[in-house]
């Protein structure tokens, strides 16, 4: 089975590096957002612009009637997952051409593991409330796979960075800091990678659960460390976890510490573009598109 329609509910960040990474120039892709604003941005990326703000208009009905692949990546809220609170009997009785659904989640769900090596079917223990939520969505989407009778993919990704989104951008900003916590380490992957795993799993029609994630879980001190002697330039001063100035997010984000594997993605039979963060600098650097898109942090999930 081929990839016709893919409508992606929530085209943000990694949504349009998936419009942009269209293996085929036949494939129609189609993506929500809650703002017109943002339409011409994602036609840029390929993408024909959807308003979604909670429920379904008439013209999302008719491209989801037509659509092939669903590819989700949208946070859910205290309501739930606001995807399948608007359309889940829509995708069950009203989408008979649909073939895969794609859901794009965190490595947060995994809560804190003391910095030991994870895997697809290690114990998810989610720390914060937008982790709970995260696990519940997912075990909703893989429910309606049941249900429906389709492969549903639950991909799980770590620390979103890439072009606009990077050290290199928060040391041009002046928002870089290298904060020093003993043995900490995170994941990281770059938007390319998710594009590239989402399109070689929806080529597939293949579901499951699989961790989105380079190869080299490091401290977050180093990155900022290698941006800052790529550019020539003075990294900022180190400064203790204890006495930094965070918010609550960022503060709660140093309280999971683990490594996450990404082998069953490679099983698969994903070749990643980036598997490590200096590869993806370096190319970032040389081509001069490190500033470019959107400059979000980098250590934003899902």
């Given amino acids: 089975m081929s990839v016709d329609k ?6 943000g ?3 349009k590096a998936v419009g942009r990474a269209k293996p085929d120039a036949g494939i129609r892709i189609a993506g929500t957002t809650r703002s017109p604003e943002k339409f011409e ?3 840029q990326a390929g993408i024909e612009p959807l308003v979604f703000d909670g429920s379904l208009t008439d013209e999302l009905v008719e491209e989801l009637a037509e659509t092939t692949h669903l590819l ?10 606001p995807v399948l609170n608007a359309a889940r009997e829509k995708i069950l009785r ?7 659904i794609g859901y794009l989640s965190t490595v947060g769900v995994y809560g804190d593991h003391g910095g030991a090596w994870v895997d697809e079917t290690a114990e998810c223990r989610p720390v914060s409330r937008r982790s709970v939520m995260r696990l519940k969505a997912e075990q909703e989407w893989l429910a309606l796979g049941v249900d429906s009778g389709l492969p549903v993919a639950v991909m799980r990704l770590s620390g979103i960075y890439g072009p606009g989104r990077n050290a290199l951008v928060n040391l041009t900003n002046g928002t870089a800091k290298r904060l020093i916590k003993p043995d900490q380490v995170f994941n990281r992957i770059h938007g390319e990678d998710i594009a590239g795993a989402v399109w070689a799993l929806a080529r597939q029609d293949r579901g499951g659960i699989f961790n989105v994630t380079d190869d080299e879980p490091a401290p977050p001190q180093d990155v900022v460390t290698y941006a800052a002697k790529l550019m020539g330039a003075t990294p900022p001063p180190e400064i203790p976890f204890e006495t ?5 997010m960022a503060r709660s984000f140093y309280g999971e510490n683990k490594r996450v594997s990404n082998a069953a993605l490679k ?5 990643f573009r980036y598997a490590d963060y200096r590869t993806a600098f370096d190319a970032m650097w040389a081509a001069g598109n490190w500033n470019e898109g959107e400059a979000r942090s980098p250590m934003k999930r899902g």
């Fill in 13 to 15: 960040y990694s949504g």
């Fill in 41 to 43: 941005a994602l036609r």
């Fill in 267 to 271: 099983a698969a039979g994903y070749l």
């Fill in 6 to 11: 893919m409508v992606i509910f929530g085209a």
């Fill in 94 to 100: 009203g989408m008979p051409k649909l073939q895969w």
């Fill in 72 to 81: 989700i990546s949208i946070a859910p809220d205290e309501a739930g997952d």
């Fill in 244 to 248: 930094a100035q965070l918010s609550p």
